[in-house]
């Protein structure tokens, strides 16, 4: 395995699949991925008909606690997405999935979003991953997982019929958070007037939860009326002036820099060079926003083949390590159990945002302590497995030769193990 190859493994991938061949053309195994067909999807999909289907079991028949229809679908749907990762033979385009699903974070912090996280990722995410942004958008607007973690399935035009009736206002969240952390950012200098426009513009966007078929719907009844202005562009009222807008929002200027700014971060370094961000933001502004243009760019970035400038997530170092340790598809690890272990649950994230692409907010003494013990303790699977051999397929050409002489000298298969998972070349991508 050369550099190129072994860099394209770790940072574009996901970490090297034991008894795969490294690539021979980094770059052109890479830029396939972009062109072929999805193939990580498996049995039955996900759906937010059958996560709103258990919220109603759940609210009509109380289960008792820790034995809700939406938690057995949280485990079961987060199991298969980790499972996924660490079996695909297409981490590039399974990397861009994990990407933009925490672009456009829902968090399990709000309880019913347990019943359709999964559905989520499969539904709005993963069709779009190469397509256009304003088609990511307006699913993830649409989406009833985003529409109940910002609350935006219950917000009501004061003006509507409803709103008169009812008394019940506007909710800005999910307006909010759009403009802030999902298209144009605070840079743009929208100000809280566009706030408070966006959000009468995307009243009515609610979710059916009783009669078929279940998902999205907009309610007239419940969107403010007339026209409405964001950041200077007026938009009809209806459902069509929200299409309007998200397009709108998607293809601003300020959102393109917004997402090559992402972008540039959590492929190439932790401060995106501003030489780095214009490449990408010129591309999604000559393409239109499309997101896999976007991605062969970064492939093209010289500086995206610097080794070790990314420090491994939680989320990066399971998968990485299981795809090394290649369990048997009978024993599917407790990846849940060992994601909330290491500090970053699955679809948890804190707040909006979704969680830090930066090594400073995951390389903490005791954050490093976790991974030491959580290394100790998963390393007994290499079996009678000869750990050099595994550090070769991991890290290949970055294998260090002091972590070599580490490993040799240990005590046991599993110490060896250990110190390969920790090791500062495993740690990073």
């Given at each position: 395995m050369d550099q190129r190859?072994?860099?394209?493994?770790?940072?574009?991938?996901?970490?090297?699949?034991?008894?795969?061949?490294?690539?021979?053309d980094a770059a052109a195994w890479l830029l396939d991925q972009l062109r072929r067909p999805d193939s990580t999807q498996s049995g039955a999909p996900a759906s937010a008909a059958e996560g709103l289907t258990a919220?109603?079991?759940?609210?009509?028949?109380?289960?008792?606690?820790?034995?809700?229809?939406?938690?057995?679908?949280?485990?079961?749907?987060g199991l298969a997405a980790v499972g996924r990762a660490v079996a695909t033979r297409m981490p590039f385009r399974e990397r861009l999935v994990w990407f933009w699903t925490n672009h456009?974070?829902?968090?399990?912090?709000?309880?019913?979003?347990?019943?359709?996280?999964?559905?989520?990722?499969?539904?709005?995410?993963?069709?779009?991953?190469?397509?256009?942004?304003?088609?990511?958008?307006?699913a993830v607007l649409r989406h009833?997982?985003?529409?109940?973690?910002?609350?935006?399935?219950?917000?009501?035009?004061?003006?509507?019929?409803?709103?008169?009736?009812?008394?019940?206002?506007?909710?800005?969240?999910?307006?909010?958070?759009?403009?802030?952390?999902?298209?144009?950012?605070?840079?743009?200098?929208?100000?809280?007037?566009?706030?408070t426009s966006f959000a009468r513009i995307l009243t009515g966007w609610s979710i059916e939860r009783t009669a078929e078929p279940l998902g999205f719907v907009f309610r007239p009844r419940v969107h403010e009326p007339g026209e409405h202005t964001l950041m200077g562009r007026t938009f009809p009222e209806g459902e069509a002036g929200g299409i309007e807008a998200a397009r709108f929002l998607a293809n601003h200027p300020a959102t393109h820099r917004f997402l090559a700014t992402k972008l540039v971060r959590h492929f190439v370094a932790d401060?995106?060079?501003?030489?780095?961000?214009?490449?990408?933001?010129?591309?999604?502004?000559?393409?239109?926003?499309?997101?896999?243009?976007?991605?062969?760019?970064?492939?093209?970035?010289?500086?995206?083949?610097?080794?070790?400038?990314?420090?491994?997530?939680p989320l990066d170092l399971v998968v990485a390590s299981f795809r090394v340790l290649d369990?048997?598809?009978?024993?599917?690890?407790?990846?849940?159990?060992?994601?909330?272990?290491?500090?970053?649950?699955?679809?948890?994230?804190?707040?909006?945002?979704?969680?830090?692409?930066?090594?400073?907010?995951?390389?903490?003494?005791?954050?490093m302590m976790r991974r030491i013990d959580w290394a100790f303790a998963v390393s007994p699977r290499i079996g009678d497995r000869d750990p050099i051999g595994l550090a070769e397929v991991a890290l290949g050409p970055l294998f260090r030769p002091k972590t070599h002489e580490a490993m040799v000298q240990a005590g046991s298969r599993r110490e060896a193990m250990t110190l390969l998972l920790t090791s500062p070349e495993f740690q990073r991508r």
């Open positions: 190859a072994a860099h394209a493994l770790s940072r574009f991938g996901l970490g090297p699949a034991s008894g795969d061949p490294p690539p021979a919220l109603r079991a759940d609210q009509t028949d109380k289960p008792p606690p820790g034995e809700s229809r939406a938690r057995a679908l949280y485990r079961a749907q456009f974070t829902v968090s399990l912090r709000r309880g019913q979003c347990a019943a359709l996280a999964g559905a989520f990722v499969q539904e709005a995410i993963r069709p779009h991953v190469t397509g256009r942004f304003q088609d990511m958008l307006l009833p997982a985003m529409l109940i973690y910002l609350d935006n399935a219950g917000s009501i035009g004061p003006n509507s019929l409803g709103g008169l009736r009812s008394q019940r206002g506007l909710n800005e969240n999910l307006a909010r958070e759009c403009l802030e952390l999902h298209t144009v950012s605070p840079g743009a200098g929208y100000t809280q007037a566009d706030v401060t995106p060079s501003p030489a780095a961000v214009r490449v990408i933001e010129g591309i999604l502004r000559d393409t239109s926003g499309d997101l896999g243009a976007a991605a062969a760019g970064l492939v093209g970035l010289p500086e995206a083949w610097v080794p070790g400038t990314k420090f491994r997530t369990p048997p598809p009978d024993a599917t690890p407790p990846f849940l159990a060992i994601l909330s272990g290491l500090g970053q649950p699955l679809w948890t994230a804190p707040a909006p945002n979704g969680w830090p692409d930066i090594a400073a907010d995951w390389s903490g003494p005791e954050a």
